[in-house]
């Protein structure tokens, strides 16, 4: 159903007869902005490989091992042990790393455990695989962190794995170092496994710097998934992996590398050479380019937060720390009209041709999630459609009696106030 309302409320049609340029903060794509290039070194890797002729073929399951070990000298960099190419499996983007896990995870009567909200990929594959999907709630007003005694409850002898992103999808959440470790302990005390999605990893920009799970590969068996698709801003690429984090190999299973390496035969991953460019990417990419990265959607992200608490259409907003997105609840009380958060969002899609998501989609229903991976103009004229949008469904008898002022208005009072003033 995600699915189904995700592609109904971001269709073209619905934008069909509005003169107005479509400008989408439903996708996380941040690539349709000239802002986001990639860096010169990955393009250059890329071109290198290729025109060496070397990596037209087929390669081995799991991944070119040079690819295999550039990733395990890039992840071990902010680990306190070393990860071995043997423990790295490359795959086609994030989302084939997903499938991966959950298909090797997989045995008759299992669930998993998945956060509410969170990245929907996990319920389809979960329901593809006939595996249970439970939901543990994320806490809005504690940063969106783990409801550990949801989890405790939810868990039996049939789960097999905890899903934990960070930092967040669709939460924009950044975990303090703190938070990551009582997950780590509770999970572990279960005996059950982490899969860690940090397709986002380093794209923190609050309080929290990103701290990745395996730290605690003592504590709990954790699967790391990652990708460059936004760190390097290339989802095209379909570049991604499943680590396994066992420094002590505690919890090394022979079969589960076993189905892995299957899997991997089976499914094939990325092209050759777009494996072959990654050590060159890794080692190669300044820093200052992911320093301008982490600028502009920190300050995208700052935009958005602002207008939404600004605007009395939203009740609750939550400042994001991280990834490319933020969760905002509808305050459909004061709402004309509109019922809830799929028909706000279509309703704004048809009048402003501006798309985002609704918060059904996600696993929260009446709030709406927000990508602010745009360039800053882009932003801000979104913003303001999202404003004159509010101002036109607003009820009559709310914006009398609170008096609602939107910042023009804030701006004419203040003028106002001055001449009479004398200023």
Known sequence: M?????H????????????????????????????????????EAVSNAL????FNGYYPPGGLPETRKAIAEYLSADLPYELSPDDVFVASGCTQAIDMVISVLARPGANVLLPRPGFPSYGI??????????????????????????VKTLADQN????????????????????HLEEIAETVGRLGIPIIADEVYGHLAFGANPFVPM?????????????SLSKRWLVPGWCLGWLVMNDPSGEFRNPKLIERVNKYCTISGGPASFIQAAVPQIMRGTNTDFFANTINIVRRTENLCYEKLEELPSFSYSCKAEGSMVLMAKLNLSVLEDIGDDIEFCLKLAKEESLI????????????????FAADPESIEEALGRLTDFSQRHIK????????????????RVKEENDRLLGR
């Open 396 to 411: 009559q008898a709310t914006t009398q009696s609170s008096k609602i002022m939107y910042p023009t208005e804030l701006q």
């Open 214 to 226: 395996g730290v605690f590969g003592s504590k709990v068996q954790v699967f790391t998934l990652g």
């Open 125 to 150: 594959f979960s329901s593809f695989r006939n595996i249970e999907a439970r939901y543990y709630d994320l806490l809005p007003d504690n940063g969106w962190e783990v409801n550990l005694e949801t």
């Open 159 to 178: 789960t097999i794995a905890v899903v934990v992103i960070n930092p967040g999808n669709p939460c924009g959440n950044a975990y303090t170092r703190q």
């Open 51 to 54: 025109l060496s002729g070397k």
């Open 8 to 43: 109904q409320v971001m269709s073209p049609s619905n934008v069909e007869g509005n003169k107005k340029k479509l400008i989408s903060l439903g996708l996380g794509d941040p690539t349709v902005y000239s802002c986001f290039r990639t860096d010169l070194a990955a393009k």
């Open 356 to 371: 985002i998501l609704p918060g059904i989609a996600v696993g929260l229903k009446n709030w709406i999630r927000v990508t």
């Open 2 to 6: 995600e699915t189904r309302l995700k």
